[in-house]
């Protein structure tokens, strides 16, 4: 089974408007729900093609519940500790033919008994799991060592992981090894400090990281594609042209890609493909971290992935 790990769980809400002006009324062209944390998305990208995945987390509040009951309706099991103050709601403006821009919230309080409750719930589940998803930002009373803890916990029950955050949460999580990261370009430049401005540099960092961290590297380059630096091969995943109707939630289809591959004990390549089929099939999809099955099916055969 496939544990995912939210720490700050979130419900997207995306609105699609054909332009945006202050002052004024608009109308939506369209809206949709989806997932609003990183490792929830995976848990709710899998439970669309029936894997099984289990979503730990806190939770908190009607946006908790109605997180939860989405979830359950989709097959996956939920298993989150239930704090103080309310799960986020995230709002997602696409502009048509513009771009889109996300607004976030911070409201979950977590105390020293959640984190113990927590802890409980997270050794159960450990017992299994054949691999961890975990990632996102941290709420209030969450401590800076979070994620390198649940990391070492699941290193001792011999549980790989796949781990996706950014800024300090990523910076202290790293130190403890997980097998896979998937920075951005931006979450590239402040794990390393500077900018790579050419895709060499990107995977010059990349074997750097990985050499340093003892962790598989997966940097996705938005429209041009990616590349992913493991320990004994490193590939470029070429870009598929497809009309974007939202870019949320794709990074984590890539996630949901490699989760399979630890699932299934398959290869990086396997994972690369499915991940990266996935992410496009959510580029054509409104709702955050949503997709057409028979979208990701066609895109398969369309990844291409090529060796470095």
Known sequence: MIITLTPNTGLDHTLQVSSFQFNSTIRAIDSAWGMGGKATDVSWILGKLGVPTRALGFAAGPNGLRMETMLRKRGIETDFVWVEGETRLNTVLVVSGVGQSTITTSSLSVLPEHLSEFNTRYQNALNVASCVVMGGSLPTGVPSEFYADAINQAHEHDVPVIFDSSGASLRAGIKSHPQLIKP???????????????????????EKICEQFETNVIVTLGG??????????????????????????????????????????????????????????????????????????QLLSQTNIAPL
């Open 184 to 206: 951005n370009q931006t979450e590239l430049h402040d794990l390393l400090g500077y900018p790579p401005t050419s895709r060499q540099d990107v995977q010059q960092a990349a």
């Open 224 to 297: 041009e594609g990616a590349i992913a630096v493991f320990q004994d091969a490193s590939y470029f995943i070429h870009p598929i042209s497809i009309p974007v109707v939202s870019s949320a939630g794709a990074g984590d289809g890539v996630l949901a890609g490699m989760a399979l591959a630890y699932l299934h004990k398959e290869s990086p390549e396997y994972g690369l493909k499915h991940g990266f089929a996935l992410a496009s099939a959510i580029l054509k999809t409104l709702a955050t971290a949503d997709f057409q099955v028979e979208d990701y099916q």
